[in-house]
């Protein structure tokens, strides 16, 4: 029976084999376990992008760069703080102004079911009517239920707030270091490189820095127009619901169908039926030229992305890292077509100068 020894070839391969095997297996484990941490770094990391643009801007007229830092970063923090501040009290006013009038909205759809034959013969079968009035009178003394789910809520809010800190710090870091560390990275490659790879670094910060720019603008759109359609319509709440209808819509593909699913459930009980159907078909129309006219627009020169790659992104996204990956998604999918692209010319460019046939000087004539 032979022994394998160390000098083997045979045994040196399998040995390395399987170290190999338990390497890649070991640094998958650890990814898996710091996979809170590592996303929490490729948030910030596509904030301190998105900042980058607003920082720079700032530097121009402060000339100092820490101090446009903290005011880029002060700004982005005041917003949401002042929108909060400004929509969350009339929203739960509102919002109990609407735990009211629910018996009687219910008490609307009963007598339109009524006054409809082929309606009332459905309700006469299956007694809709009568679930959705017990539903609608049991809803206000449902109130105190409702606030006890609020206080759970707010310890996860808590959590989230100290998450949201610990990633605006992480991202400040990178927006006053990310400058150094790409030069950095860029002297370290081969010079026959360096090139290419400051142009493709540079590239995607212009495609993230535009997309966001051009997300914001493309969900205030939205937001703007769903608010003047339901002040006409006389929805009680219409800047909350436009508040939604902006959030929403900065998720691709989705994001605008899920505000207007929820917009139309709210006008069910406030405006049945007209200002319900006027809100479906305003959703519908403005889906569309949102989708073919507005984000190509806007987006056109931002992130050239194949529609097919954008949907195959945003499910990769929010499979791993739910909301904020399918909003990371089209960047990050851009990001990783300009890396192909760019490989692609360094190898083809490569491949060219190494096939290039070296001229050899005639020989001078005895």
Known sequence: ????????????????????????????YILYLLRTPITWLIIAGFIAVAMSGPVNLIQRWTGRRGLSIALAYLA?????????????????????????????????????????????????????TAEIESAAQELPSRLGD???????????????????????????????????????????????????????????????GNYVGGALLQATIAAVSAFVVLTILGAPFAGPLALVVFFFDLIPVVGATIAAVLIAI??????????????????????????????????????AVEPFVVLVAVLFGSTLFGVVGAILAIPAAASIQIAIREYRDYRRESTVVAGTPTEIPAANPA
Do not use: C
């Not at 605006?168 to 270091?177: A, D, K, P, R, W």
């Open 266 to 303: 709210v006008m069910l009980f406030v405006n049945f039926p007209v200002g319900l159907i006027i809100w479906v078909v305003f959703a519908l129309v403005f889906q569309q030229i949102e989708n073919y006219v507005i984000q190509p627009q806007i987006q056109r020169r931002a992130v």
């Open 76 to 128: 982005l923090v005041l917003v949401p703080i002042g929108l909060g501040a400004l929509l969350v009290p009339g929203l739960v006013s509102q919002g109990e102004q609407l735990a009211t009038d629910v018996p009687g909205y219910a008490q609307d759809v009963t007598d339109f079911v009524n006054e409809n034959e082929t309606l009332r013969g459905l309700n006469e079968k299956y007694d809709i």
């Open 146 to 208: 409702a606030a006890k789910v609020l206080q759970d809520i707010g310890v996860g809010v808590v959590n989230s707030i100290f998450v949201a800190v610990t990633i605006l710090i992480l991202s400040v870091f990178m927006v006053g270091g990310g400058g150094r560390w790409a030069e950095a990275f860029v002297r370290s490659q081969p010079a026959a490189r360096a090139e290419r790879v400051d142009r493709a670094l540079r590239h995607i910060a212009d495609a993230i």
């Open 1 to 28: 029976m032979a022994v394998m020894t160390p000098r083997d070839p045979f045994g040196r391969a399998v040995l390395r084999t399987v170290l190999i095997v338990v390497v890649v297996a070991l640094a998958l």
